[in-house]
């Protein structure tokens, strides 16, 4: 089966194949003729899988073969919304809507916290046909006066089990109420929570339901290793690994961002190149560490879970679970990095004594026992016991704020992201973490492509 045969526009099939696509996977086999018949679509799909582009190449292709609808007098209306739960998502999927629509008239824009405020107000007085934003924002804009959703044919929900954990239920119910009744929605999640299929009740109008085999249950693409090692000997093995197996590319992830920050910095002192990446960074520092992460610059990116959703790099050699994830549907998330759209991918986890009981129940998601190995020189010493790991204080987005064993998180969050009853915050959560991380100085707010920037680091130093 061939991207021809679904009836795509020809700019979009000479774009997929410059990107060296042969043929869809198989939630595009599913999606993209759904999507083109105008119908809502439900879609059980991780990040890995080519879920972006099964939505993308659908919607450039309708509308560009659908004039506007309603007055054609004054500025083009925005006419397809895509909502995702990081900067770094919305970022990627823009970047995924400009290579598929390179040889088509429309144009894209994202929007997003973290970043000022005013160039996306200025890039919104020009035409915008497909906005990628974060929800947070976006209600920014909205309050200001500065964006008109009224006009919006084609809705997508990105991540939508991320964008509930992080609490933006809320955000997405004031969203949903600005859009007009009549409207094409599509729905993209990796997990079917209860909360997702209430959220998909009161959205979707007979959907299409697709569901494709999961990373956990078929990641055949992707070997999977645990090192069991001592808690303080964790850095050295890695070094050690990274050296003597000569990798490259090295997506390493910790439980926090304190954590993030150290071991990239001790990498760095071990002569492998690192940075830490997380929502503490500004987002210049961000886009600069993906960028030289891509081109091949810098050896290791270490990541909080929160910062590696999205991540969008083809063919990540390495995932390295320095720390376990407290919640096993993260371990998948994470090996999802690597071995993508079929490639050969390698995931390893540093296991220590701690953390038997996370390992376990991971073993118990994905239905499988991991090989284990003992790398010599590294066996973990028997008499050392247990201590208990520290439990994130900060919603369910494991950025664990604050130096380890702190405890302390900012008043008035709960646990798992969730508002809380009563009270009735403004902020979610979520959105509150994007709004903290809106202290940061202005970069570029649109536009971001980071291919090919390789912008050198100077050594020795972190952003
Ligand atoms: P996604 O699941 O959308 O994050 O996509 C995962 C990766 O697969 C991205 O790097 C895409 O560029 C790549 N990809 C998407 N569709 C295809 C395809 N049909 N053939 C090869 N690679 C693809």
């Known amino acids: 089966m061939s991207f021809a045969s679904l009836g795509l526009a020809d700019e979009i099939l000479r774009a997929v194949a410059e990107l060296g696509y042969d043929q869809p996977t198989p939630i595009q086999l599913q999606a993209i003729p759904a999507v083109l018949t105008g119908r809502?679509?439900?879609?059980?799909?991780?990040?890995?899988?080519?879920?972006?582009?099964?939505?993308?190449?659908?919607?450039?292709?309708?509308?560009?073969?659908?004039?506007?609808?309603?007055?054609?007098?004054g500025r083009p209306p925005v006419r397809a919304l895509i909502l995702t739960p990081t900067r770094e998502l919305a970022a990627q999927v823009e970047e995924s809507v400009q290579n598929y629509g390179k040889y088509l008239k429309l144009e894209s824009m994202t929007m997003f916290g973290g970043v000022s405020i005013n160039p996306q107000i200025k890039r919104l007085k020009s035409r915008v046909d497909i906005l990628v934003a974060t929800p947070g924002r976006l209600l920014d804009h909205v309050q200001q006066g500065t964006l008109d959703l009224s006009r919006v044919e084609i809705l997508v929900l990105d991540e939508a089990d991320r964008m509930l954990d992080m609490g933006f239920i809320r955000d997405i119910k004031k969203i949903l109420a600005l859009l007009p009744k009549q409207r094409q929605n599509l729905l993209f999640s990796a997990t079917f929570s209860d909360d997702i299929k209430a959220l998909a009740e009161g959205l979707l109008h007979d959907p299409l339901l697709i569901e494709v085999a999961r990373r956990n249950a078929t990641a055949d693409t992707i070997a999977q290793k645990v090192y069991p090692v001592d808690r303080e000997r964790k850095r050295q093995l890695l070094a050690h690994l990274i050296k003597e197996n000569n990798w490259f590319q090295v997506l390493v992830f910790t439980r926090t961002k304190h954590g993030a920050n150290r071991l990239a910095e001790q990498l760095d002192k071990d002569g492998i190149s690192a940075l830490a990446i997380h929502g503490n960074k500004s987002q210049g520092a961000r886009t600069r560490a993906l960028a030289e992460f891509k081109d091949g610059t810098l050896q290791v990116l270490v990541a909080t879970d929160i910062a590696a959703r999205g991540i969008d790099i083809d063919q990540l050699p390495h995932v390295v679970n320095y720390e376990l994830p407290n919640v096993p549907e993260d371990y998948v998330h994470r090996i999802g990095r690597t071995g993508r759209a079929g490639a050969e991918g390698e995931a390893v986890s540093l296991v220590c004594v701690d953390e038997k009981k996370l390992l376990a129940d991971i073993e118990k998601v994905i239905k499988r026992e991991l090989p284990r190995e003992i790398v010599p020189g590294f066996e973990p010493d028997p008499s050392i016991k247990p201590e208990p790991i520290q439990q994130r204080s900060q919603g369910r987005q494991g950025q664990g704020q604050g130096r380890p064993g702190s405890g302390g998180g900012r008043q008035g969050q709960g646990r798992q992201g969730e508002p809380k009853a009563g009270g009735q915050p403004r902020q979610p959560a979520g959105q509150d973490k994007q709004k903290q991380q809106a202290r940061q100085?202005?970069?570029?707010?649109?536009?971001?492509?980071?291919?090919?920037?390789?912008?050198?680091?100077?050594?020795?130093?972190?952003?």
């Open 40 to 73: 809502d679509l439900m879609a059980g799909a991780q990040t890995g899988t080519g879920k972006t582009a099964g939505f993308t190449l659908p919607i450039l292709h309708r509308l560009s073969d659908k004039a506007v609808k309603g007055p054609s007098a």
């Open 441 to 463: 100085p202005a970069a570029q707010a649109g536009n971001h492509n980071s291919r090919g920037q390789g912008a050198r680091r100077p050594t020795g130093r972190h952003h």
